[in-house]
Every structure is written in C-alpha cells, then in structure tokens.
C-alpha cells in the first residue's frame, strides 16, 4: 500500500465507501494485526548483511573456500517428478568449454589470478537513486585469464 499507492487513490475509485477514510489507514484497518513483517526494516537488515558479506570477501586473499564446485549429479531439481528433457544431463561425456577449474589444484598464483575475477568491481559503490553526472569512460580493468595457465 504504502509503495504502489500511497495516497489510496486506486481503492478510493473503485470502493468509494472508503474515500473518507485517511490514506495511512488504508493500509491497516481498525482491528487488523498490523503485518508480521515490515519490510523496509527486512530489507535495511539484508543490505548490512550483504554489505558485511561483501567486505568479508572483498579483504580475503584466498576466494576459493567460498566458491563451490561443480555437482556430482546434474539431473536438475525435481526431474522425476515433472516430465522434462533432461538427455543432456544423462550423457556421460560433458562438453564444457572451457573445462571446469580444479579449484582445490589451483597454486597460491592462480588462486589470486582467480581474485580478480569476482573482486574486480567491487570498488564500484552502489547506483544511487539520483542520477549522477556521466563519468567519461576509462579502461583500467584489467584481468588475468586462467583459461592460459
């Protein structure tokens, strides 16, 4: 109510016994249980959560216990219970280009070369509601290929 018509003007149209109701009540009528969630206050929690993940992996050397590896089985989720086409999941040879890294082989080298692919624009802060002036367009990102090692 308070994101998608905060002034109740779409209720007060079509139910116009409500029109004299004030718009803050709208939302919550008398006697209601206000909501088991409020969700600007979930969704503020969630972003310091993810923030503090975010600074967790950003100052870790080594990312490589936080990825996980490729499955044992790649029949996807609830395959036997809905009809699906799942043949590409069945053949015994799986044409991966490229390969998949053996992210428990990699060297202390490859490991930081690794970094650079998920932290490389972590320094780029989040979009702001305001629009912001364009900033001219540099090419300082550069990374490192493991698909060479």
């Known amino acids: 109510m308070d994101r998608c018509d905060p002034e109740g003007s779409f209720i007060k149209r079509w ?3 409500l029109r004299s ?3 803050e009540q709208l939302g919550s009528p008398p006697g209601y249980l206000p909501p088991i969630l409020n969700y600007k206050e979930a969704r503020q929690q969630r972003v310091q959560h993810l923030e503090k993940l975010r600074q967790t992996f950003r100052h870790s050397t080594d990312l490589v216990p936080h990825l996980a590896g490729l499955p044992e089985q790649w029949l996807p989720f609830g395959w036997e219970q ?3 086409e799942i043949h590409w999941a069945l053949q015994p040879e799986r044409d991966l280009f490229p390969a998949p890294l053996d992210l428990q082989a990699l060297d202390t080298e490859e490991r930081q070369a690794l970094r650079t692919w998920f932290v490389a624009h972590l320094e780029i802060s989040p979009r702001s509601r305001q629009k912001a002036s364009p900033k001219p367009k540099t090419n300082s990102s550069l990374q490192l290929s493991l698909l060479e090692l």
């Open 15 to 17: 139910l116009p016994e």
């Open 21 to 23: 109701i004030p718009p």
């Open 82 to 84: 809905f009809p699906s």
